[in-house]
């Protein structure tokens, strides 16, 4: 998915997005599970950077991947060089480090978006590919309920100055899959110049996904609901997993 006209409204439309709390969440997990510190740290489907330049803040050595160009350089433009962060333009399933990395997170639901089973599978062999043995794998995921019971049919509206967007969502069909269709109108000072995004997300259970980091070679440390270190509820809608790259 290359996300064109989300990717000029993304970071308005996630305002209330606590990143600087979200990468001290990911910093206190690396705390807690490494076996080997973590320095060199992959942000994968980094979008417009801001968890990057967090975890930069806290002195890990980021590289940046996302597939859109979009994304990428709304990133760019926003670091404008305050940190050393190697923004780098792949597709998850085809990522090309050139060398290894210690550890690694992936946020804000981004493997949901990718809605085939075996781009995901590939997606975790290509992490371990480029994964130090004893590395931190560190991702979130919408989970089935959410995509169920919030998301699934549901209208949303997002209103700004200058901005307004609908959000409106297909029903979950039995690959757990949700259409999601975004309309954005701009103000351009004298009407609205509309722009439209199209695109799924797909919720994978946990088994699934534990299955798939077993075969390529990541072991499951926890698995913890809505940024906590608590065991998910049965209506939690996020889920974090923690990983180790086998030694």
């Not at 979009?70 to 085809?94: T, V």
């Not at 701009?186 to 439209?196: H, K, L």
Request: aromatic residues 12%.
């Amino acid at each position: 998915m290359a996300y064109h006209s989300f990717a000029s409204y993304y970071d308005r439309l996630t305002w209330d997005v606590d990143y600087p709390g979200r990468a001290a969440y990911f910093h206190a997990l690396f705390e807690r599970f490494q076996t080997r510190k973590v320095e060199l740290l992959l942000d994968l489907a980094c979008g417009t950077g801001s968890l990057s330049m967090e975890l930069a803040k806290l002195g890990y050595d980021v590289i940046a991947v996302d597939g859109s160009e979009d994304m990428l350089s709304e990133a760019m433009e926003k670091n404008d060089g305050a940190y050393p962060i190697l923004f780098l333009c792949q597709q998850m399933e085809e990522l090309d480090l050139y060398g290894t990395i210690d550890g690694a997170v992936c946020a804000l639901d981004s493997l949901n978006h990718v809605t085939d089973p075996e781009k995901v599978r590939r997606i975790l062999d290509k992490v371990s590919l480029f994964m130090n043995p004893g590395g931190i794998f560190i991702f979130d995921v919408n989970t089935v309920y959410k995509h169920r019971e919030v998301l699934s049919e549901s209208t949303f509206v997002y209103e700004d100055d200058d901005l307004y967007c609908v959000w409106q969502n297909g029903p979950m069909d039995e690959d757990h899959c949700v259409e999601i269709a975004l309309d954005f109108f701009s103000f351009n000072g004298e009407s609205y110049d509309r722009e439209s995004e199209c695109f799924k997300e797909r919720a994978y259970p946990p088994e699934e996904l534990e299955g798939w980091l077993q075969k390529a070679g990541m072991e499951v440390l926890g698995i913890f609901g809505d940024d906590t270190l608590e065991p998910p509820k049965a209506d939690a809608q996020r889920l974090i997993f923690v990983t180790r790259k086998s030694e």
